[in-house]
C-alpha cells in the first residue's frame, strides 16, 4: 500500500503515466544541504525516454519543479515536493489493451489486487514512477557527496555479453551505459536486433558506493544487505539482486571468501563492503537482475477479462533494453538507501559521519 | 537500528548469542488464529545447532516458553512474546579472538558502529538472532494455512551441486535438505569433504509459496519482490536473492520470458508468481544466496585491534555449510512477509483473502 | 523530522508559507472511493483565509489540483497528491522581523533545530501547511461516508464564553463556527475586540464522530485516544486535547463516570466514545485547547539573533482567534485518524466494517 | 494493533495481566549508555500495586530480569529485553465477570474489537500492560540524564483538590506522589473516603523535563506537543493532556500568553518549552487527566453478552485512585518521547546534542 521508502530519510513517490503528472516528496534532508536544481535535471534527463536509440521514443522533456524545502539554493530541512508534469501521452495505444491481460504485465495481478484499473498505462507498476526516484536520489547523491560517498552505476551484462572492465568514465559515452567501451558495441548489436525482432533483452546493472564508511547499516532486519536489496527490488522489472560476490559466492569456500583485512585495506571484496549487515569500509557493490521489458510487439496470447485469449501485438514505444534507464534509478535507489543509513548511524553515535 | 521486521504482522527478535536468551516479540497476529507449541518447537528443532553430523556440535535444546498472547490455544490479538534460553555457551573458544577483527565477520564492521563489542560472539550478527525469527514464522505459516498457503523450502545448490528435482518430500530425509535425494549424498559429500578440510562451503536455499492468490503486494515501494528480498537479505550470511529465473532473465527475450496466462493457469513461471511487485496466482518462488560460513578452523590472517596483523585458527564449533539450517529460517522470513502482505491486503480490500 | 501522519492511510504534507505552493500526498486510500473535487474545495474553503471580518485579511483562493490517484471520479488505490498554489505572499511584511525571534513564535527553537529559516514566514511552522491536512481529511470524510461514519465540529468557546448547545445545524451559518447561535454573537464581540486592540484570543475546538462502530482501535500504544491525541496536537496552535469528559473526569468518582449500558445504548459519554482506547459504539468526542495567535500587532519585546532586545509590532495580516478556522483542520485530522483505525480493524477482522 | 512507541527509540510492550508475564523489548538505546538494573528496579517499585494503602492491595514483587542488550553494565547498542513475571494471580475473582461486559471498562469494545477475549483480567488494557513501559522509560532516563536533561513528576489535583506547590522532593514522602505536602494529606483523605464508598477517584498528574536543550521535534506532523500528547494518552485511564498552560490559554489573550524571551531566559512559560512543535529551552510541562479507576465495588448495572442486564459489584482488589501509579509510568513515557526526539536531532544535525 506504501509509496515511501525510507525512514529517516523518506521519500514518497506519486503519479502514474497518465495524468496530472509525477513527483516526489522527499522527508529527511538536513537543513543547510546545497540542493542544486540543474543536478536533479540532469539525473531526469538520464532517465527519461528518448534519450537514444535503443530507448523508447515516447517523448517526455520531464523538465522538474521543486515545490518547497528550498530556500536561497540550500534545504531547510522541510519536506522538499518536486513535480514533473506528464505531456506525450498516448492513450489510444491502449485502447486495444482494454479488455485483456498482457503477459508479462501486472495487469491481471493488478486488476485483483484493486478491483479496477487505468487502462490507459502501467499506472503505478510503470516505469514512470520512477521520476520520484530519481530527483530524490540526485539530492541523496549531493548530501552524501558532502561526506565523501559518491556512487557510479552501468550496465554489465547484456543478453549474454558481459563487461570486462569497470570504467566508469565510459557509461556516459556509449548508450547502454556500459563501463566497457568494447561490451557496450556487442550489447548495442544485441539490443538493435531485439529491437528489429520487435522483441526484448534483460541484463544486469551494477551499482558501486565509493568512500562508504565503516558503521553504517544494522545487524539484524535492517542489514545494509536487505535495505539495499529492498531499494533494488522495488525497481520496476528487477527479479534479482546480489551483494560482493553474491550467487558465485555459493560456488566457493570460506577460505576464498573471507576477505583478510590488515586493518586498513582489504585484500579482496567477495562481501560487497557489507560485513554482517554493516559497511565494513570497502566498496560497496550491488548488482541488479533487470528481466527484459514485457512491453514487445510481438504477437502475443492474452487472456480477455471476459474469459478466453486472443492474440495481439502491442502497439506503442517501446524500450528494447531497460538497462540503461535502469543505471541512473539504481543510483537513485542506492543513493537514498545509503542516505537512511548514515542519518541512522548519526542518530546512533551523534556525530557527523 | 532497528530489530523489526513488517508493519501489520510485526516481529521484533532481541538477545545475543551469550546473555539471558533470544526470543521475539510477534505483534498483528489476529485474534482467533490456533497456536500450536508444538509446531513452533518443530520449526525450531529444524534450526537448532548439533542436529547432525553436517551442522555445528555446539547443543542447545532451544525449548521455547510463549510468555503470553496465548489463551487456551488461540491467540488473543495481542504481542506473543516467546523466550529460548541459551544454555551451552563456551564463551571461552572467544577468548583469544577478543582483540583481533577475525576475517569474513562482522567483527570489525560492529565494532565501528557500535564502539564496542561482545567478544564473547557475534552479538546480534550471530546466526543465533533467528531463533526468534524462525518461532515467529511458524506462527505465520500457522495463520497462512488458514487460508490455503502453504510455504516449502530447501537447498538447491551446494559446492557446485545442483540439485534437479523439487521433491519436497525428501527435504526432511536428508541432512543437507536437498529435494533431490540424487543431488543431496553429492552435496553431503562436498559438505563433509570442506569440514575435514576446516573449511566451509555456499549454496542456494529455494522458497516457494503456494496457495497465494493474485493480489497481495504492491506496484511501488513495498512489491512483493521487495519485501521477500528484504526477508531474505537479512538472514545472516545471504548475499543474494532472485525471484522466479532471476538472474537467469537476464540472458533472455522478452518473448521467452513473459509468461503466457489463459485466464485460469500460466505456461510458464518466470516472475516467479509476482507481476508489477504484485501476486499472480502462480507459486511464488524465491532463491537465496547463501555464502561459505565465516568461521572456519583454517589459519588465517586477522588485523589487532592495536594494529598489525596475526595469524589466527577460530577454534570452536562450526557449521561447515549454513544451507540446512537457513531452509527453516528462510521459509519463516516468506511466511512473514506473505503474512504482512495478506493483512494489507485485508485492510485495502475488506474481505478475507 | 516527519511530515507524515498515519500508518495504513498515510498522508505527507510539504509546503512553507512562501515557496511553489503547499499540498499532500494521500496513501492508503483503497480504491473505488468516489473522490469529489468539489468536496475538496469546500473544505478548503472552510479553512482559507480571508474569508470573513474575524479571519486574517490574507487573500490566497487556494484552488486545489488534483495530481495523480484518481480516474474517472473514483480513486486508482494508489497515491493521491494535491497541489494549491502560494499566491498572495506579501513578504515585506516580514523585513523587520529578519533579526529577531518572535515571542510565541517558533522562531528560537526552529533556528536552533535547523541552523537557519526562511525568515519569510512561519515555515513548517505556519498554518499554511494545514491546506494538506484540510484536502486529505475531505477524502477521507468521503471514504468514512460511505461506511456510514460522519464529522462534525465547532467552536465551543473562546475568551471565558462558552458555548450551552450542540446544534451543528449552526456552524457555517456564523462566522465564529459556533455550534451555539447566542453564544456565537459573544464570542464574535470578543474577537472584534481582541483583534481592535491589535491582540488575539484563544478558545476551545469541539470534533465529534457519529457512526462509529465498537472495535477500532487499540489497547496499549495506539489506544484510539492516542492517536486522536496526536492528531489534534499536531495542529499548530493547539496546546491540549481531551477525549469525552477528559479533564472534568479529574474531579468526578468511578461511580459517575462509569458509562452504563444495557448491549444497546450508554446512559452517558464520559468515556468520549472510546473504552480501553477501543471505540465502544458511542459518539467519539473531542476537544482541543487553542492558544491565542502568537502574531498580534501590539508592541511586544523580542530577543535580537545578535543578542539583546527590541521593541516591536509585528505588522501583517493576522487572524484574532483562530479557532474559525481550526475547525475544519480538527474535522479532518479526525477523519485521517479515525480512517487509519478503521483500516487497521479491516487487516485484523478481513472484514467491511 | 500495534505495540510499539517511538521510531529511532523505541519500546514495544508484551504481557496481559494473565499469562506467563510482563515486559518489553528496547530497540535504539545507542551503545556504551550505562545501563543500571537496581534504578531499573527502582521505577518498577514505584508503580507497584500494593505499595501503600491507598493502591489496590494485589501484592506482585515485579521483580525484573534484562534477557539481552547490555554487557558489564553498558548497553550494546542491541534491544535490550526486559521480562517481569506474573505471580499474583487471583483469576478466580473474574469468574463472575465471564458473561457481562463491565460498565466503564474496555470489555465490550475489546470483545467488538477481537471477537473473543480472556476474561480473567483486562488483557493488554490492563494496568499491568505499564510494567514494560516503566522498565523501558528508566533506561531512558539513564540515558537522558547523560545529557542533563532529568524528569519529574507528581499527582496535583485529585477529587478537587489541587496542590498549590511544586516542591518535586515531597513526592516520594506522601503515597498520593503529591509535589505539596499539605494537598497530599487533603488528597490522601479523599482517596480513603472513596475507597471505603467501595468507589474511586479521578486527578491530573503533571510531568517537567528539565535541561531540554532548544532544538528537539518537529514542526508538523512529529511536534513535541504531539509525540508527548500520543505518549500520555496510551497510559490506560487518561482522558486528556496539556502542555503548558494548556485548556487555561483558551481564556487568555496573546499578549499575556506569548512568552517573552530575551535570549537566554523567558519571562513566562505558558507554551509549556515547546513553540512550534519545537523544544524551546524552558521546561517541558505535560499535565494529564486521569479518570477515576473504572473497577469499583459498587453496585452496577452491567450489559450481559447474551442480552439484557444484571446489578454486580466487581469483587477484587482496586485502586481507589490510579494517580499515585501514574507517575512514573507518565515520566518513562516522557522519558521515551524525548529519547525519540533527541536521537532524531542528533540525526538531523550529527552531534551530540
Not at 534479482?240 to 573471507?258: K, P, W
Not at 537482475?289 to 485469449?309: E, L
Request: aromatic share 4%.
Amino acid at each position: 500500500m506504501s509509496s515511501t521508502f525510507g525512514e529517516l530519510f523518506r521519500i514518497t513517490t506519486f503519479g502514474e503515466s497518465h495524468g496530472g503528472g509525477v513527483g516526489v516528496v522527499v522527508d529527511g534532508l538536513p537543513s543547510g544541504v546545497p540542493v542544486d536544481l540543474a543536478a536533479v535535471q540532469l539525473e531526469l534527463d538520464r532517465r527519461r525516454p528518448g534519450q537514444s536509440a535503443i530507448t523508447t521514443q515516447r517523448q517526455e522533456a520531464d523538465r522538474v519543479e521543486i515545490l518547497s524545502g528550498v530556500f536561497e539554493g540550500v534545504s531547510l530541512g522541510s519536506p522538499i515536493a518536486m513535480l514533473v508534469r506528464n505531456t506525450d501521452q498516448r492513450s489510444k495505444d491502449y485502447d486495444t489493451l482494454k479488455d485483456v491481460f498482457r503477459p508479462g504485465h501486472a495487469d491481471y495481478a493488478y486488476f485483483e489486487k484493486y478491483g479496477l484499473r487505468d487502462h490507459r498505462g502501467g499506472g503505478r507498476s510503470s516505469g514512470r514512477e520512477t521520476v520520484g526516484r530519481v530527483a530524490a536520489g540526485a539530492l541523496a547523491k549531493g548530501a552524501l557527496a558532502t561526506v565523501g560517498v559518491h556512487i557510479v552505476g552501468g550496465t554489465v551484462r547484456v543478453a549474454g555479453v558481459a563487461a570486462k572492465e569497470r570504467d566508469w568514465a565510459q557509461v556516459e559515452l556509449n548508450p547502454v551505459r556500459c563501463p566497457d567501451a568494447d561490451a557496450a558495441r556487442l550489447m548495442q548489436t544485441a539490443i538493435e536486433r531485439a529491437r528489429d525482432a520487435r522483441d526484448s533483452v534483460g541484463g544486469v546493472v551494477e551499482v558501486v558506493a565509493r568512500g562508504v564508511p565503516a558503521g553504517w547499516g544494522d545487524p539484524t532486519m535492517d542489514k545494509l544487505d536487505a535495505r539495499l536489496g529492498a531499494a533494488m527490488l522495488s525497481i520496476p522489472a528487477t527479479k534479482g539482486v546480489e551483494i560482493g560476490s553474491g550467487f558465485a559466492m555459493a560456488e566457493l569456500h570460506g577460505s576464498e571468501t573471507n576477505d583478510v583485512f590488515d586493518g586498513e585495506r582489504y585484500a579482496s571484496n567477495h562481501a560487497g563492503g557489507i560485513s554482517g549487515g554493516i559497511s565494513n569500509g570497502n566498496e560497496v557493490v550491488v548488482r541488479v537482475a533487470v528481466r527484459p521489458a514485457t512491453s514487445i510487439g510481438k504477437m502475443q496470447s492474452m487472456a480477455r477479462k471476459d474469459g478466453g485469449t486472443e492474440m495481439i501485438a502491442i502497439e506503442g514505444r517501446h524500450d528494447p533494453c531497460i538497462c540503461p534507464r535502469v543505471v541512473p534509478v539504481a543510483e537513485a535507489m542506492m543513493a537514498i538507501a545509503l542516505m537512511d543509513a548514515w542519518l541512522r548511524q548519526r542518530a546512533l553515535r551523534g556525530r557527523e559521519k
